[in-house]
Protein backbone atom coordinates (compact mmCIF):
# COMPACT_ATOMS: atom_id res chain seq x y z
CA UNK A 1 0.00 0.00 0.00
CA UNK A 2 3.05 2.49 0.65
CA UNK A 3 4.37 1.71 -2.91
CA UNK A 4 1.42 2.42 -4.44
CA UNK A 5 0.69 5.75 -2.38
CA UNK A 6 4.13 7.08 -3.68
CA UNK A 7 3.56 6.21 -7.05
CA UNK A 8 0.44 8.39 -6.58
CA UNK A 9 2.44 11.38 -4.94
CA UNK A 10 4.97 10.99 -7.63
CA UNK A 11 2.34 10.97 -10.11
CA UNK A 12 0.84 14.14 -9.21
CA UNK A 13 4.19 15.73 -8.90
CA UNK A 14 4.72 14.96 -12.68
CA UNK A 15 1.41 16.19 -13.54
CA UNK A 16 1.98 19.43 -12.18
CA UNK A 17 5.24 19.69 -13.74
CA UNK A 18 4.36 18.60 -16.68
CA UNK A 19 1.96 21.99 -18.10
CA UNK A 20 5.23 24.11 -17.43
CA UNK A 21 6.93 22.04 -19.06
CA UNK A 22 4.38 22.39 -22.20
CA UNK A 23 4.05 26.25 -21.87
CA UNK A 24 7.87 26.69 -21.57
CA UNK A 25 9.09 24.94 -25.10
CA UNK A 26 7.40 24.44 -28.28
CA UNK A 27 5.64 21.10 -28.20
CA UNK A 28 6.98 18.50 -30.06
CA UNK A 29 5.46 16.62 -32.79
CA UNK A 30 4.77 12.31 -32.22
CA UNK A 31 5.19 9.48 -34.73
CA UNK A 32 5.00 6.10 -33.44
CA UNK A 33 6.04 3.87 -35.14
CA UNK A 34 4.34 -0.20 -34.62
CA UNK A 35 5.42 -3.18 -36.92
CA UNK A 36 2.76 -5.90 -36.36
CA UNK A 37 4.65 -8.76 -34.83
CA UNK A 38 8.32 -8.10 -34.54
CA UNK A 39 10.64 -10.05 -32.38
CA UNK A 40 13.22 -8.35 -29.83
CA UNK A 41 17.09 -8.59 -31.41
CA UNK A 42 15.81 -8.60 -34.86
CA UNK A 43 17.65 -5.53 -35.84
CA UNK A 44 20.65 -4.55 -37.05
CA UNK A 45 20.61 -2.14 -33.81
CA UNK A 46 20.99 -5.22 -31.80
CA UNK A 47 23.49 -7.61 -34.00
CA UNK A 48 21.31 -9.00 -36.51
CA UNK A 49 22.54 -9.77 -39.93
CA UNK A 50 19.90 -11.60 -41.39
CA UNK A 51 17.35 -9.06 -40.75
CA UNK A 52 18.31 -5.48 -42.49
CA UNK A 53 16.62 -2.27 -40.41
CA UNK A 54 18.45 0.43 -40.71
CA UNK A 55 16.22 2.91 -41.04
CA UNK A 56 15.40 1.56 -36.60
CA UNK A 57 18.85 1.29 -36.38
CA UNK A 58 19.43 5.16 -37.29
CA UNK A 59 16.83 5.88 -34.77
CA UNK A 60 18.49 3.72 -32.11
CA UNK A 61 22.06 5.47 -33.13
CA UNK A 62 20.66 9.15 -32.68
CA UNK A 63 18.60 8.41 -29.71
CA UNK A 64 18.56 5.64 -27.29
CA UNK A 65 18.37 1.82 -28.16
CA UNK A 66 16.38 0.13 -25.26
CA UNK A 67 17.30 -3.36 -24.06
CA UNK A 68 15.04 -4.69 -21.81
CA UNK A 69 12.11 -3.07 -23.54
CA UNK A 70 8.31 -5.75 -22.69
CA UNK A 71 5.02 -5.66 -23.48
CA UNK A 72 3.02 -7.14 -20.45
CA UNK A 73 0.41 -8.89 -22.68
CA UNK A 74 2.07 -10.27 -26.40
CA UNK A 75 -0.84 -10.58 -28.35
CA UNK A 76 -2.29 -7.35 -31.12
CA UNK A 77 -5.27 -5.71 -29.16
CA UNK A 78 -4.15 -6.07 -25.58
CA UNK A 79 -0.62 -4.81 -25.91
CA UNK A 80 -2.60 -2.01 -28.38
CA UNK A 81 -4.79 -1.23 -25.61
CA UNK A 82 -1.41 -0.92 -22.87
CA UNK A 83 -0.05 1.52 -25.57
CA UNK A 84 -2.60 3.46 -25.63
CA UNK A 85 -3.93 3.85 -22.17
CA UNK A 86 -0.65 3.37 -20.00
CA UNK A 87 -2.45 0.93 -18.39
CA UNK A 88 -1.55 -2.87 -17.69
CA UNK A 89 -3.98 -4.81 -19.66
CA UNK A 90 -5.86 -6.72 -16.16
CA UNK A 91 -6.26 -3.18 -15.60
CA UNK A 92 -8.40 -2.77 -18.75
CA UNK A 93 -11.65 -4.86 -18.33
CA UNK A 94 -12.44 -5.66 -21.48
CA UNK A 95 -9.68 -4.18 -23.41
CA UNK A 96 -7.18 -6.40 -21.84
CA UNK A 97 -8.99 -9.19 -24.31
CA UNK A 98 -8.08 -10.21 -27.92
CA UNK A 99 -10.85 -9.54 -30.07
CA UNK A 100 -12.86 -7.41 -27.87
CA UNK A 101 -15.30 -4.58 -26.88
CA UNK A 102 -12.97 -1.57 -25.88
CA UNK A 103 -14.67 0.08 -22.62
CA UNK A 104 -15.53 3.80 -23.45
CA UNK A 105 -14.17 4.78 -20.42
CA UNK A 106 -10.17 3.93 -21.23
CA UNK A 107 -9.28 7.31 -23.41
CA UNK A 108 -6.54 6.70 -25.45
CA UNK A 109 -3.19 8.97 -25.41
CA UNK A 110 -4.01 10.22 -29.30
CA UNK A 111 -7.65 11.07 -28.01
CA UNK A 112 -6.25 13.38 -25.68
CA UNK A 113 -3.80 14.88 -27.25
CA UNK A 114 -6.85 15.98 -30.22
CA UNK A 115 -8.30 17.38 -27.17
CA UNK A 116 -5.64 19.48 -26.04
CA UNK A 117 -4.63 20.69 -29.52
CA UNK A 118 -2.73 17.81 -31.65
CA UNK A 119 -3.49 17.24 -35.29
CA UNK A 120 -3.67 13.49 -34.90
CA UNK A 121 -4.05 10.63 -37.70
CA UNK A 122 -2.80 6.92 -38.40
CA UNK A 123 -2.24 4.74 -41.04
CA UNK A 124 -2.05 0.80 -41.56
CA UNK A 125 -3.21 -0.73 -38.32
CA UNK A 126 -4.31 1.18 -35.18
CA UNK A 127 -5.82 -0.93 -32.25
CA UNK A 128 -7.49 -4.02 -32.91
CA UNK A 129 -8.83 -6.44 -33.59
CA UNK A 130 -12.11 -5.47 -32.22
CA UNK A 131 -14.60 -2.76 -31.53
CA UNK A 132 -13.75 0.85 -30.51
CA UNK A 133 -16.87 2.73 -29.68
CA UNK A 134 -17.79 5.64 -27.57
CA UNK A 135 -20.79 5.84 -25.36
CA UNK A 136 -23.47 6.73 -27.72
CA UNK A 137 -21.95 4.05 -29.86
CA UNK A 138 -20.01 5.65 -32.62
CA UNK A 139 -16.65 4.57 -33.63
CA UNK A 140 -13.59 6.46 -31.68
CA UNK A 141 -11.02 7.90 -33.15
CA UNK A 142 -8.65 5.82 -30.64
CA UNK A 143 -5.63 6.33 -32.84
CA UNK A 144 -6.47 9.38 -34.71
CA UNK A 145 -7.91 9.77 -38.00
CA UNK A 146 -7.61 7.25 -40.55
CA UNK A 147 -4.92 7.66 -43.70
CA UNK A 148 -5.61 5.16 -46.12
CA UNK A 149 -5.98 6.08 -49.32
CA UNK A 150 -2.66 5.71 -51.30
CA UNK A 151 -1.56 2.42 -52.00
CA UNK A 152 1.83 1.04 -53.61
CA UNK A 153 2.70 -2.47 -55.28
CA UNK A 154 4.23 -4.33 -52.48
CA UNK A 155 7.70 -6.52 -53.19
CA UNK A 156 5.51 -9.47 -52.00
CA UNK A 157 2.37 -11.67 -51.95
CA UNK A 158 0.75 -10.93 -48.97
CA UNK A 159 2.46 -7.73 -47.78
CA UNK A 160 0.20 -4.89 -48.46
CA UNK A 161 -0.64 -2.33 -50.91
CA UNK A 162 -0.90 0.16 -48.19
CA UNK A 163 1.43 2.87 -49.28
CA UNK A 164 2.33 4.07 -45.16
CA UNK A 165 4.85 6.74 -45.98
CA UNK A 166 2.77 7.87 -48.94
CA UNK A 167 -0.54 8.21 -46.33
CA UNK A 168 1.82 9.94 -43.66
CA UNK A 169 3.22 12.40 -46.53
CA UNK A 170 -0.66 13.39 -47.30
CA UNK A 171 -1.25 13.97 -43.74
CA UNK A 172 1.85 15.98 -42.93
CA UNK A 173 0.77 18.59 -45.76
CA UNK A 174 -2.22 18.93 -44.04
CA UNK A 175 -1.03 19.14 -40.47
CA UNK A 176 1.66 21.50 -42.24
CA UNK A 177 -0.59 23.89 -43.06
CA UNK A 178 -1.97 24.23 -39.62
CA UNK A 179 1.02 25.87 -38.95
CA UNK A 180 0.87 26.24 -35.11
CA UNK A 181 -0.32 22.87 -34.76
CA UNK A 182 2.11 20.20 -33.21
CA UNK A 183 0.88 17.08 -34.89
CA UNK A 184 0.71 12.72 -33.42
CA UNK A 185 0.56 10.18 -35.66
CA UNK A 186 0.45 6.35 -35.94
CA UNK A 187 2.42 4.31 -38.92
CA UNK A 188 0.99 0.83 -38.09
CA UNK A 189 2.60 -1.49 -40.42
CA UNK A 190 0.84 -5.11 -41.02
CA UNK A 191 4.02 -6.43 -41.43
CA UNK A 192 5.52 -8.86 -40.06
CA UNK A 193 2.01 -10.55 -39.52
CA UNK A 194 0.88 -13.64 -41.42
CA UNK A 195 0.64 -14.43 -43.88
CA UNK A 196 3.81 -14.43 -46.13
CA UNK A 197 4.88 -15.65 -49.85
CA UNK A 198 6.55 -18.37 -49.27
CA UNK A 199 10.05 -18.74 -50.23
CA UNK A 200 10.40 -14.43 -50.92
CA UNK A 201 13.36 -14.65 -48.39
CA UNK A 202 15.77 -16.55 -50.92
CA UNK A 203 13.77 -15.01 -53.64
CA UNK A 204 15.03 -11.91 -52.11
CA UNK A 205 18.82 -13.04 -52.29
CA UNK A 206 19.06 -13.89 -48.50
CA UNK A 207 20.49 -17.55 -47.69
CA UNK A 208 18.92 -20.07 -45.35
CA UNK A 209 22.75 -19.60 -43.76
CA UNK A 210 22.10 -16.57 -42.77
CA UNK A 211 20.87 -16.96 -39.95
CA UNK A 212 22.79 -17.86 -37.09
CA UNK A 213 20.63 -19.73 -34.50
CA UNK A 214 17.58 -21.44 -34.70
CA UNK A 215 15.41 -21.04 -31.28
CA UNK A 216 16.06 -24.80 -29.05
CA UNK A 217 11.80 -24.58 -29.18
CA UNK A 218 11.73 -25.40 -33.17
CA UNK A 219 13.61 -27.93 -34.98
CA UNK A 220 16.70 -26.55 -37.03
CA UNK A 221 15.66 -27.74 -40.79
CA UNK A 222 15.50 -26.20 -44.44
CA UNK A 223 11.37 -25.26 -43.74
CA UNK A 224 11.68 -23.30 -40.21
CA UNK A 225 15.00 -21.62 -41.50
CA UNK A 226 12.65 -20.45 -45.10
CA UNK A 227 9.97 -19.28 -42.27
CA UNK A 228 12.03 -17.59 -40.83
CA UNK A 229 13.68 -15.72 -43.96
CA UNK A 230 10.12 -15.13 -44.92
CA UNK A 231 9.33 -13.02 -41.96
CA UNK A 232 12.87 -10.95 -41.89
CA UNK A 233 11.38 -9.47 -45.72
CA UNK A 234 8.14 -8.34 -43.95
CA UNK A 235 10.14 -6.56 -40.97
CA UNK A 236 12.34 -4.76 -43.97
CA UNK A 237 9.17 -3.66 -45.69
CA UNK A 238 8.49 -2.41 -42.18
CA UNK A 239 11.68 -0.47 -41.98
CA UNK A 240 11.93 1.26 -45.61
CA UNK A 241 8.24 2.83 -44.89
CA UNK A 242 10.09 3.95 -41.72
CA UNK A 243 12.62 5.26 -43.68
CA UNK A 244 10.71 7.27 -45.91
CA UNK A 245 8.70 8.95 -43.25
CA UNK A 246 12.71 10.09 -41.90
CA UNK A 247 13.34 11.25 -44.82
CA UNK A 248 9.94 13.14 -45.33
CA UNK A 249 10.26 14.92 -41.78
CA UNK A 250 14.14 15.97 -42.74
CA UNK A 251 12.87 17.27 -45.62
CA UNK A 252 9.91 19.50 -44.11
CA UNK A 253 12.60 20.63 -41.48
CA UNK A 254 10.66 18.64 -38.54
CA UNK A 255 13.11 15.55 -37.75
CA UNK A 256 15.00 16.89 -34.85
CA UNK A 257 11.60 18.49 -32.92
CA UNK A 258 9.16 14.94 -33.57
CA UNK A 259 9.50 12.50 -31.05
CA UNK A 260 10.22 9.34 -32.81
CA UNK A 261 9.21 5.80 -31.26
CA UNK A 262 9.74 2.28 -33.25
CA UNK A 263 8.78 -0.76 -32.24
CA UNK A 264 6.31 -3.45 -32.42
CA UNK A 265 3.38 -5.00 -30.54
CA UNK A 266 5.31 -8.50 -29.46
CA UNK A 267 7.39 -11.66 -30.35
CA UNK A 268 6.81 -12.89 -33.86
CA UNK A 269 3.94 -15.16 -35.35
CA UNK A 270 5.13 -18.72 -34.85
CA UNK A 271 4.68 -20.95 -32.22
CA UNK A 272 5.60 -20.29 -28.56
CA UNK A 273 6.20 -16.75 -29.34
CA UNK A 274 2.89 -14.71 -30.46
CA UNK A 275 0.18 -15.23 -27.46
CA UNK A 276 2.46 -16.70 -25.19
CA UNK A 277 4.41 -15.43 -22.06
CA UNK A 278 7.92 -16.50 -22.55
CA UNK A 279 10.71 -14.34 -23.12
CA UNK A 280 10.47 -14.28 -26.80
CA UNK A 281 6.74 -13.40 -26.44
CA UNK A 282 6.72 -10.21 -24.74
CA UNK A 283 10.31 -8.63 -25.20
CA UNK A 284 10.25 -6.05 -27.88
CA UNK A 285 12.28 -4.01 -29.83
CA UNK A 286 12.59 -0.44 -28.92
CA UNK A 287 14.13 2.88 -30.18
CA UNK A 288 13.48 6.42 -29.44
CA UNK A 289 14.62 9.47 -31.04
CA UNK A 290 14.15 13.17 -30.54
CA UNK A 291 17.26 15.17 -30.10
CA UNK A 292 15.13 18.05 -28.57
CA UNK A 293 14.45 16.28 -25.44
CA UNK A 294 16.66 13.49 -25.29
CA UNK A 295 20.22 14.13 -23.87
CA UNK A 296 22.89 12.06 -25.64
CA UNK A 297 22.68 9.70 -28.52
CA UNK A 298 24.07 6.65 -29.49
CA UNK A 299 22.93 5.12 -25.99
CA UNK A 300 21.86 1.48 -25.17
CA UNK A 301 19.93 1.55 -22.07
CA UNK A 302 19.04 -1.68 -20.26
CA UNK A 303 16.70 -0.36 -17.82
CA UNK A 304 13.16 -2.38 -17.83
CA UNK A 305 10.73 -0.35 -19.63
CA UNK A 306 7.26 -1.23 -20.16
CA UNK A 307 4.41 -0.01 -22.52
CA UNK A 308 2.24 1.28 -20.28
CA UNK A 309 5.43 4.08 -20.07
CA UNK A 310 4.57 4.97 -23.58
CA UNK A 311 1.47 7.21 -22.90
CA UNK A 312 2.70 8.91 -19.66
CA UNK A 313 5.51 10.00 -21.75
CA UNK A 314 4.01 11.32 -24.81
CA UNK A 315 1.95 13.43 -22.35
CA UNK A 316 4.99 14.64 -20.44
CA UNK A 317 6.54 16.02 -23.45
CA UNK A 318 2.84 17.57 -25.05
CA UNK A 319 2.69 19.12 -21.41
CA UNK A 320 -0.65 17.72 -20.74
CA UNK A 321 -1.46 17.53 -17.12
CA UNK A 322 -5.22 16.75 -17.28
CA UNK A 323 -6.36 13.11 -17.97
CA UNK A 324 -9.95 12.92 -16.96
CA UNK A 325 -12.10 13.07 -18.51
CA UNK A 326 -11.12 11.26 -21.45
CA UNK A 327 -8.05 8.87 -19.78
CA UNK A 328 -8.15 6.66 -16.30
CA UNK A 329 -5.13 6.69 -13.97
CA UNK A 330 -2.09 5.65 -15.74
CA UNK A 331 -0.09 2.78 -14.51
CA UNK A 332 3.24 3.53 -16.88
CA UNK A 333 5.67 5.71 -16.29
CA UNK A 334 7.25 8.56 -17.79
CA UNK A 335 10.72 8.07 -20.09
CA UNK A 336 11.70 11.38 -19.38
CA UNK A 337 14.09 10.17 -16.33
CA UNK A 338 15.73 8.51 -18.68
CA UNK A 339 15.98 11.18 -21.74
CA UNK A 340 17.15 13.99 -19.19
CA UNK A 341 20.53 11.37 -18.27
CA UNK A 342 23.31 11.27 -21.02
CA UNK A 343 24.06 7.54 -19.49
CA UNK A 344 23.66 4.47 -20.88
CA UNK A 345 23.50 0.91 -19.27
CA UNK A 346 20.80 1.31 -16.28
CA UNK A 347 20.04 5.16 -15.60
CA UNK A 348 16.94 4.83 -13.57
CA UNK A 349 18.06 1.51 -10.51
CA UNK A 350 14.15 0.96 -9.60
CA UNK A 351 13.43 0.26 -13.34
CA UNK A 352 14.65 -3.43 -12.56
CA UNK A 353 11.77 -5.84 -13.79
CA UNK A 354 8.20 -5.53 -15.42
CA UNK A 355 5.19 -7.22 -15.16
CA UNK A 356 3.57 -9.80 -18.04
CA UNK A 357 -0.07 -11.37 -18.45
CA UNK A 358 -2.52 -12.59 -20.20
CA UNK A 359 -6.14 -13.78 -20.39
CA UNK A 360 -7.91 -14.39 -23.59
CA UNK A 361 -6.74 -14.35 -26.97
CA UNK A 362 -7.64 -16.19 -29.54
CA UNK A 363 -10.36 -18.55 -29.02
CA UNK A 364 -10.76 -22.39 -29.68
CA UNK A 365 -11.02 -23.96 -26.14
CA UNK A 366 -15.04 -24.71 -24.27
CA UNK A 367 -16.86 -21.87 -23.68
CA UNK A 368 -14.14 -19.30 -24.67
CA UNK A 369 -11.96 -19.94 -22.06
CA UNK A 370 -8.62 -18.42 -22.23
CA UNK A 371 -5.46 -19.04 -20.72
CA UNK A 372 -4.13 -16.69 -17.99
CA UNK A 373 -0.86 -15.88 -16.66
CA UNK A 374 0.72 -13.32 -14.73
CA UNK A 375 4.67 -13.02 -15.08
CA UNK A 376 7.47 -10.91 -13.92
CA UNK A 377 10.89 -10.19 -15.45
CA UNK A 378 13.25 -8.70 -12.70
CA UNK A 379 17.20 -8.88 -13.41
CA UNK A 380 17.18 -11.39 -16.52
CA UNK A 381 15.23 -13.77 -14.71
CA UNK A 382 11.54 -14.89 -15.68
CA UNK A 383 8.85 -16.32 -13.62
CA UNK A 384 5.78 -17.20 -14.59
CA UNK A 385 2.45 -18.39 -12.72
CA UNK A 386 0.12 -20.18 -15.16
CA UNK A 387 -3.33 -20.14 -13.02
CA UNK A 388 -5.60 -23.01 -15.30
CA UNK A 389 -2.82 -25.71 -15.81
CA UNK A 390 -5.50 -27.99 -16.91
CA UNK A 391 -6.22 -25.88 -20.33
CA UNK A 392 -4.08 -26.38 -23.82
CA UNK A 393 -1.62 -22.96 -23.64
CA UNK A 394 -2.06 -22.79 -27.58
CA UNK A 395 -5.90 -23.58 -27.55
CA UNK A 396 -7.43 -27.22 -28.03
CA UNK A 397 -5.84 -29.58 -30.32
CA UNK A 398 -9.23 -30.69 -31.43
CA UNK A 399 -9.82 -27.00 -32.85
CA UNK A 400 -6.73 -26.57 -34.36
CA UNK A 401 -4.75 -24.86 -31.70
CA UNK A 402 -5.79 -21.43 -33.05
CA UNK A 403 -3.99 -19.22 -30.38
CA UNK A 404 -1.25 -19.84 -32.79
CA UNK A 405 -1.28 -18.64 -36.53
CA UNK A 406 -0.70 -21.47 -38.71
CA UNK A 407 2.49 -21.72 -40.72
CA UNK A 408 5.27 -24.24 -42.41
CA UNK A 409 6.86 -23.87 -38.65
CA UNK A 410 3.51 -25.21 -37.16
CA UNK A 411 2.75 -28.02 -39.11
CA UNK A 412 6.07 -29.16 -38.95
CA UNK A 413 5.63 -29.57 -35.36
CA UNK A 414 2.22 -30.79 -35.31
CA UNK A 415 3.52 -33.33 -37.92
CA UNK A 416 6.62 -34.55 -35.91
CA UNK A 417 4.37 -35.07 -33.05
CA UNK A 418 1.95 -37.51 -35.28
CA UNK A 419 4.88 -39.06 -36.41
CA UNK A 420 5.74 -40.01 -32.66
CA UNK A 421 8.52 -36.90 -32.01
CA UNK A 422 6.83 -34.82 -29.13
CA UNK A 423 9.74 -32.46 -27.97
CA UNK A 424 9.32 -29.63 -30.08
CA UNK A 425 5.48 -29.95 -29.75
CA UNK A 426 5.94 -30.19 -25.89
CA UNK A 427 7.53 -26.98 -25.93
CA UNK A 428 5.43 -25.08 -28.45
CA UNK A 429 1.90 -26.91 -27.50
CA UNK A 430 1.82 -29.58 -24.49
CA UNK A 431 0.33 -28.38 -21.38
CA UNK A 432 2.10 -26.17 -18.56
CA UNK A 433 2.92 -27.07 -14.22
CA UNK A 434 1.53 -24.05 -12.40
CA UNK A 435 5.50 -22.19 -11.91
CA UNK A 436 7.62 -21.63 -14.41
CA UNK A 437 11.04 -20.14 -14.03
CA UNK A 438 14.37 -19.29 -16.19
CA UNK A 439 17.71 -17.73 -15.88
CA UNK A 440 17.02 -15.56 -19.12
CA UNK A 441 21.00 -15.14 -19.53
CA UNK A 442 21.60 -18.72 -20.30
CA UNK A 443 18.38 -19.57 -21.39
CA UNK A 444 16.92 -16.76 -23.26
CA UNK A 445 14.43 -19.67 -25.25
CA UNK A 446 13.05 -20.48 -22.10
CA UNK A 447 13.57 -24.72 -22.62
CA UNK A 448 14.87 -25.15 -19.11
CA UNK A 449 12.44 -25.08 -16.03
CA UNK A 450 14.24 -24.27 -12.87
CA UNK A 451 10.79 -24.00 -10.82
CA UNK A 452 11.73 -27.50 -8.84
CA UNK A 453 15.05 -26.96 -8.34
CA UNK A 454 15.68 -26.15 -4.73
CA UNK A 455 18.83 -24.16 -5.17
CA UNK A 456 16.41 -21.63 -6.71
CA UNK A 457 13.40 -21.79 -4.36
CA UNK A 458 14.08 -19.10 -2.38
CA UNK A 459 14.13 -16.97 -5.62
CA UNK A 460 11.02 -18.11 -6.87
CA UNK A 461 9.33 -17.39 -3.79
CA UNK A 462 10.68 -13.95 -4.06
CA UNK A 463 9.43 -13.10 -7.35
CA UNK A 464 6.42 -14.46 -6.78
CA UNK A 465 5.56 -12.47 -4.11
CA UNK A 466 6.98 -9.42 -5.70
CA UNK A 467 4.39 -10.24 -8.64
CA UNK A 468 1.14 -11.19 -6.42
CA UNK A 469 2.06 -7.62 -4.03
CA UNK A 470 2.09 -5.67 -7.07
CA UNK A 471 -0.83 -7.28 -9.02
CA UNK A 472 -3.32 -7.10 -5.83
CA UNK A 473 -2.08 -3.02 -5.86
CA UNK A 474 -3.04 -2.89 -9.71
CA UNK A 475 -6.40 -4.01 -8.95
CA UNK A 476 -5.94 -7.37 -10.65
CA UNK A 477 -8.94 -9.58 -10.56
CA UNK A 478 -7.24 -12.46 -10.29
CA UNK A 479 -5.56 -12.14 -7.29
CA UNK A 480 -9.34 -11.40 -5.43
CA UNK A 481 -10.69 -14.85 -6.93
CA UNK A 482 -12.66 -13.24 -9.70
CA UNK A 483 -10.58 -14.17 -12.63
CA UNK A 484 -13.29 -15.70 -14.29
CA UNK A 485 -14.23 -12.20 -15.74
CA UNK A 486 -12.16 -12.19 -18.73
CA UNK A 487 -13.35 -15.80 -19.77
CA UNK A 488 -17.09 -14.11 -19.65
CA UNK A 489 -16.68 -10.92 -21.75
CA UNK A 490 -18.13 -10.82 -24.78
CA UNK A 491 -16.18 -11.93 -28.06
CA UNK A 492 -16.37 -9.16 -30.75
CA UNK A 493 -15.68 -11.98 -33.83
CA UNK A 494 -19.28 -13.31 -34.40
CA UNK A 495 -18.17 -15.45 -37.25
CA UNK A 496 -15.87 -17.12 -35.15
CA UNK A 497 -17.87 -16.92 -31.76
CA UNK A 498 -18.07 -19.92 -29.58
CA UNK A 499 -15.82 -21.42 -31.62
CA UNK A 500 -15.30 -24.60 -29.79
CA UNK A 501 -18.83 -25.58 -29.15
CA UNK A 502 -20.06 -25.09 -32.71
CA UNK A 503 -16.95 -26.69 -34.65
CA UNK A 504 -17.45 -29.98 -32.40
CA UNK A 505 -21.00 -29.76 -33.14
CA UNK A 506 -20.47 -30.26 -36.22
CA UNK A 507 -20.67 -26.50 -38.13
CA UNK A 508 -17.99 -26.19 -40.07
CA UNK A 509 -16.61 -22.53 -38.96
CA UNK A 510 -13.57 -21.04 -40.67
CA UNK A 511 -10.80 -19.50 -38.36
CA UNK A 512 -8.71 -18.10 -41.36
CA UNK A 513 -5.91 -17.76 -39.48
CA UNK A 514 -4.62 -21.26 -39.63
CA UNK A 515 -4.38 -24.42 -41.49
CA UNK A 516 -6.66 -27.06 -42.03
CA UNK A 517 -4.27 -29.67 -41.18
CA UNK A 518 -4.12 -27.73 -37.61
CA UNK A 519 -6.63 -29.56 -36.54
CA UNK A 520 -6.07 -32.89 -34.35
CA UNK A 521 -8.48 -35.75 -35.26
CA UNK A 522 -9.45 -36.42 -31.80
CA UNK A 523 -8.52 -35.07 -28.85
CA UNK A 524 -4.97 -35.66 -27.39
CA UNK A 525 -6.17 -36.01 -23.94
Not at 269 to 277: L, T
Amino acid sequence: MYTLVKRIIVSVFLFGSWLSLGQAAERPNILFAIADDWSFGHAGAYGCDWVRTPSFDRVAEDGILFRHAYTPNAKCAPSRAIILTGRNSWQLEQAGNHMTFFPAKFGSWMELLEANGYSTGYTGKGWGPGFALDASGKPRKITGQAWQKQKAKPPARAISNNNYSGNFAEFLAGANSAKVKPWAFWYGATEPHRGYEAGVGRRMGKKLSDIDQVPKYWPDNDVIRNDMLDYSIEVEHYDNHLGKILEQLEAAGQLDNTLIVATSDHGMPFPRVKGQAYEASNHIPLAIRWPSGIKGSGRVVTDYVSFADIAPTFLEAAGVAKLAPIMQPLSGRSLFGIFRLPKSGQVIASRDHVIIGKERHDIGRPNNWGYPIRGIVKDDQLYLHNFKTDRWPGGNPETGYLNCDGSPTKTTILTQRREGMYHFWNQSFGKRPQEELFELKGDADCVNNLAKSKQHAELKAALKEQLFAELHEQGDPRMFGKGDVFDNYPYSGESTDNFYRRYMGGEKVRAGWVQPTDFEEEKLD
